[in-house]
DNA sequence: CGGCCGATCCACT
DNA sequence: GTGGATCGGCCGA
């Protein structure tokens, strides 16, 4: 584990705005991810990420420069949220990258709650969680009360935001391989666009302060 | 405008 | 390991 500091460096356009959206769904791991809404805060550690690489990619809702109504907003600059629904049910969270007009996005699959443990508790109903209840890309947006009718929103405001903890995954605990659910993207199913922590449950119980 | 289906999860067995 | 839940987007008629 790595050392923490004591205060965190929200993450600028310049974050987002890089157009290798495999490198930053990588960079992710160990990021925080903030929730504010109505006032109700909720963070955690960025334990698992897809990159969904725009337009050449078969997996991706923008493949071929597709546009619809949803899918605007991928086609932003990089630093918005683009959040559906999925299954009727499950709202997915991805962070939109890249410069204006390139459709890149990255889906945020795993935290570890690492603030506002209480709204979580609430949210999930239940008092003790672990990795288990907040890895998945549904149950990320439970517990940190992630909607998807809050897609668009910009993550350079005190709504949504990604702070930089100075948490480094040393690379051989980061575990790559294909994305989930995507066997409709014929080759690029294959792509090793998936990253995840090897040990997530070491981030358990984790509490880092807001900046 | 009707119908199909998905970047999922959970409660079963 | 399997099936049901549940609904907006998208495509084709």
Known sequence: MERLTITGQKLGSGFYTDPDVVGIARALLGKILWCNMDGVLSGGIITETEAYAGAEDRASHAWGNRRSGRTEVMYREGG?????????????????????????AVLIRGVEIAGGHENVQKRLGRKIFQTKDTTGPGRVTRALGLHHS?????????????????IVIPEHQILTGPRIGVDYAGDDAALPYRFRVDNPE??????????
């Open 150 to 166: 809050m897609t668009g929103t910009s993550l350079l405001g005190e709504e949504i935001w990604l702070e930089d903890h100075g």
């Open 80 to 104: 918005c949220a683009y959040i559906y629904l999925c299954y009727g049910i499950h709202s997915l969270f991805n962070v939109v990258t890249g410069r204006e007009g390139l459709p890149h």
């Open 202 to 211: 070491l981030f358990e119980n984790q509490i880092i302060k807001k900046k």
